[in-house]
C-alpha cells in the first residue's frame, strides 16, 4: 500500500516584506483533512513548515529529504500558502517564460542580504526529482501573480465594495510586494543551469498535477473573520473535496473550486496543470482513472448555467435554430439550450429539469443547427442500399437521446457533400468526395462505428476552419518554424525562419539519409508577440491522421513584444507515422494551428486522437510537454485587489501547413493517401 508524503508551507511572516494573516491557517487545515482522510494504519508523513522556519533552504531541503524519501507507488503533496513574486527571466532561460517574467514563491528568508526567491522553475527542478522515484506528485499553491496587465498594481486601500464582500472590512492596506531583482542562473539550482537532457518522443509525459489559485496576471483573495482567515481557494478546495468524496478526480474538484470563487469573487479564477487526460482524471493524490464521458462541462456560475464551449471551439452562434447540449448516457434526455454563444464559454438554460447548482455535469453536444459536415451514403450502382439505409438510420440516431448526429448530415447523391460512404461488397469504406480513400473496411464495426468516425472526422473539420473575421489582432502573434542548427539544443529567441512556399504558404520539411538510415527533421516553434499587450496563445498540430494534439503549447499568455518557443524550447520531430513505410516519395501533412486570445481559455477541449483509435492519451508524435511545471507561477505578490469589470474579447486564428517527405522519386503503392486540403 502506497504512503503519502506532505510538505505543507504557510508563511504569514516575512523578514523582508509584509506579513500575511491566513497561511498558518491554510496548512493547519490541510493537515488536518490529511489526517482525517487517511487509514490508521497509514498515517502521512507530514512535514510542516511555517514563518520563520520557512526559508529558502528549508524548502529545498524539504522537498529532498522529506518528499525524497517517497518511492515507487508512493504520493507526494506540495501546498504553499504565502507571498509569490516575479523577477525578470534570466536570459538562458527565456524559452522557458513566454511572459518575460519568472513566477517565484516568496521564502521566510527572501530578499535578505541578496538572497533570492523561490523560481518557478527550481520548484519545476525539485518536483521532477520527486517524480523520477515514480512517484505520484501534486502540488497546490494558494496565492497569486499580477504579472502582465496588472502588474503594476496600486499601492493604496482595495476596494470598500471587494473588501465588504471578503469580510476583511475597510479601510485596509494592500498586501503588495515589489518585484525582486533579475537573478543570475548560477545563483539558482545546479540542476536548472545545466538543463535536462529530455529527449523528443512520445515517452515525455506531464510528471505532476499543479493546482494554482489564479491565473497568472490574476490575484488571489483571502476569507473569513479575523483570527480565522484562509485563502480563498484553500477553502474552496477543501470544500470540494468534502463534498466530492474521495473518487473526486483533479478536473473535478477544480471545475468545482472555481465555481466556488467566481460565484463569490470572480476576478481569481483557479487553473489546473497539465491538461493531460492521464493525469487530471486520476482522483485527488492518485488513483484509477476516472474518464469523463465528455470534455464539455456544465456548471452554474455567476448566478446562471454555462458551458466551457464557445466560438473559440466552433460552436456557431444560434440562429434560427436552437443549440442543445445534453447529459450523455441513457435514460431520459436532460437537455440545457444555448442561449448565448460566447468567446470561450456559452449561457446555457436547462430545459424541463432542475440541476444540482453544487454539481457539474458532463455533456455533449444534442443539437446544432444544420451540420456543415455533409455525407452522401450508398447511391452508386454498386453499392448495397439496404446497408446504406442502416448506416443513414445510424447517422440518424446517433445524438443523445435517439436524436440526429449534430455534427454530421446525410444529403442525397445529388448534392455536393464533404463526405461519401460506399456500401458496395458488404464493405463500408469512408472516403473524401474525390474517392480519396479515409479508411479501410468498416464493416467489422458496426454502423455505430461507422458513425463515430464520421463525427469524429467532422469535429477535426470544424476546429481546422475556426477563424475570426475581422479580428483586431490579426497578425498580433507569429508563427515561426525555425530550423535545428548543428549543436543547437534549444530554442534561439532570435533567427531566421522556414518560408512557406507555394500558393498554400506551405512549409516544407524533409528527411535527411545518413550512415544509411533516414532521419526525421527537427525544427523549434516559435511565437512571437508584435503586439503591445499580453495575448493568450494556444497551439494546436492537427495531423491528417484527423488527431489533434493540443500539447506543443497548451496555453500560456505570452508578453508584449515576447517570444515563446513551443515544447519548452526542445526541437519537435516532424515524421512519418510508424503504419507508413520510410521510402522515397513518402509524405504527411500537419496543420500547426496557432489560436490568439486576450484572455484565457481551456485547449482540452480541441483534442483528437487519431481516427479509429480509443485511448484519449494525448501523446503526439511530438510528445506532450515535459514536467516543468510551467504554471506553478499563478503564485501572487498579494491576495487582494480591485475587482475589473469582465468582457467579451478578441481572438484570432493562423493555420500554417507542414508537410513532411522523403526526398527522391515515390514508390508505386496501394497505401492509403493523406487528405488534401480539398478534401477536408
Not at 500558502?81 to 516575479?86: A, N, P
Not at 442500399?385 to 448526429?405: C, E, F, Q
Not at 508578453?559 to 509524405?587: H, K, T, Y
Request: proline share 8%.
Amino acid at each position: 500500500m502506497s504512503s503519502l508524503y506532505a510538505l505543507l508551507v504557510g508563511i504569514d511572516e516575512y523578514q523582508a516584506v509584509s506579513s500575511l494573516r491566513g497561511c498558518r491557517n491554510d496548512v493547519d487545515r490541510v493537515r488536518d483533512f490529511l489526517l482525517t482522510r487517511t487509514a490508521a494504519d497509514r498515517e502521512p508523513r507530514i512535514r510542516t513548515l511555517t514563518d520563520h522556519d520557512a526559508t529558502r533552504a528549508a524548502l529545498i531541503t524539504g522537498f529532498r529529504a522529506h518528499l525524497g524519501q517517497a518511492g515507487p507507488g508512493d504520493r507526494a503533496l506540495f501546498w504553499f500558502s504565502g507571498h509569490g513574486s516575479q523577477v525578470p527571466v534570466p536570459r538562458e532561460l527565456w524559452h522557458l517564460e513566454p511572459s518575460g517574467q519568472s513566477q517565484t514563491l516568496v521564502c521566510a528568508d527572501s530578499r535578505v542580504d541578496a538572497r533570492p526567491d523561490l523560481l518557478d522553475r527550481e520548484l519545476g527542478v525539485l518536483i521532477s526529482e520527486v517524480a523520477a522515484r515514480g512517484v505520484h506528485v501534486a502540488a497546490v499553491l494558494d496565492c497569486c501573480h499580477s504579472a502582465g496587465g496588472t502588474r503594476q498594481a496600486p499601492r493604496h486601500e482595495p476596494d470598500p465594495a471587494v473588501a465588504e464582500l471578503i469580510g476583511l472590512g475597510a479601510p485596509l492596506a494592500a498586501r503588495w510586494v515589489e518585484p525582486g531583482p533579475e537573478h543570475a542562473v548560477g545563483a539558482l539550482l545546479p540542476e536548472l543551469s545545466r538543463g535536462g537532457e529530455r529527449g523528443v518522443g512520445p515517452a515525455r509525459r506531464s510528471d505532476h498535477v499543479a493546482l494554482a489559485a489564479c491565473r497568472n496576471h490574476q490575484v488571489a483573495y483571502e476569507v473569513g473573520r479575523p483570527g480565522r482567515r484562509n485563502g480563498a481557494f484553500t477553502a474552496g478546495l477543501l470544500d470540494a473535496l468534502g463534498r466530492l468524496g474521495p473518487e473526486a478526480t483533479y478536473r473535478d474538484l477544480m471545475v468545482a473550486a472555481r465555481c466556488h470563487l467566481e460565484n463569490t469573487l470572480r476576478q481569481q479564477v483557479p487553473v489546473l496543470y497539465p491538461q493531460d487526460p492521464a493525469m487530471i482524471d486520476q482522483p485527488f493524490l492518485g488513483g484509477a482513472l476516472h474518464r469523463p464521458e465528455s470534455p464539455l462541462v456544465l456548471r452554474h456560475v455567476r448566478g446562471g448555467w454555462e458551458i466551457n464551449a464557445g466560438r473559440l471551439h466552433g460552436l456557431a452562434p444560434a440562429g434560427a435554430e436552437e443549440i442543445r447540449v445534453a447529459l450523455p448516457g441513457a435514460g431520459p434526455l436532460r437537455e440545457a439550450r444555448v442561449l448565448e454563444v460566447l468567446t470561450e464559454r456559452s449561457r446555457v438554460e436547462p430545459a424541463g429539469w432542475l440541476p444540482d447548482t453544487g454539481r457539474q455535469y458532463s455533456v455533449v453536444l444534442s443539437h446544432a443547427p444544420l451540420p456543415s459536415t455533409t455525407v452522401v451514403i450508398g447511391g452508386r450502382p454498386k453499392d448495397d442500399p439496404d446497408l446504406a439505409h442502416r448506416v443513414t438510420a445510424a447517422l440518424g440516431a446517433a445524438g443523445p437521446g435517439g436524436t440526429p448526429s449534430p455534427y454530421v448530415r446525410a444529403v442525397p447523391i445529388d448534392e455536393d457533400a464533404a463526405l461519401r460512404v460506399s456500401t458496395s461488397g458488404g464493405e463500408i469504406r469512408v472516403t473524401g468526395f474525390d474517392g480519396t480513400a479515409l479508411t479501410g473496411d468498416l464493416a467489422a464495426c458496426g454502423t455505430a462505428g461507422v458513425v463515430a468516425r464520421l463525427e469524429h472526422i467532422a469535429r477535426w473539420r470544424t476546429v481546422k476552419a475556426l477563424t475570426s473575421t475581422s479580428s483586431a489582432l490579426a497578425d498580433a502573434v507569429r508563427l515561426e518554424v525555425v530550423p535545428v542548427g548543428p549543436g543547437v539544443t534549444t530554442a534561439p529567441r532570435t533567427g531566421g525562419a522556414i518560408a512557406p512556399a507555394g500558393p498554400d504558404e506551405v512549409v516544407l520539411l524533409e528527411y535527411e539519409r545518413r550512415a544509411g538510415d533516414w532521419l526525421a527533421p527537427q525544427v523549434f516553434l516559435r511565437l512571437r508577440n508584435t503586439s503591445g499587450r499580453r495575448l493568450y496563445c494556444v497551439l494546436l498540430d492537427l495531423t491528417d491522421r484527423y488527431a489533434i494534439h493540443p500539447d506543443l503549447f497548451p496555453g500560456d499568455y505570452v508578453g508584449a513584444g515576447q517570444a515563446a518557443a513551443a515544447f519548452d524550447g526542445d526541437p519537435v520531430e516532424f515524421s512519418l507515422p510508424q503504419d507508413r513505410p520510410v521510402r522515397p516519395g513518402a509524405e504527411v501533412k500537419d496543420w500547426i494551428q496557432l489560436i490568439v486570445a486576450e484572455e484565457e481559455f481551456g485547449s482540452d477541449c480541441f483534442r483528437l486522437d487519431p481516427l479509429g483509435t480509443r485511448d484519449a492519451t494525448g501523446a503526439s508524435r511530438s510528445g506532450p510537454l515535459s514536467g516543468v511545471l510551467d504554471l506553478l507561477g499563478q503564485a501572487a505578490m498579494h491576495r487582494i485587489a480591485r475587482r475589473r469589470p469582465r468582457s467579451a474579447y478578441d481572438w484570432t486564428t493562423v493555420l500554417v501547413p507542414v508537410v513532411t517527405r522523403v526526398p527522391g522519386q515515390p514508390i508505386r503503392s496501394r497505401s492509403v493517401r493523406c487528405p488534401s486540403d480539398k478534401d477536408i
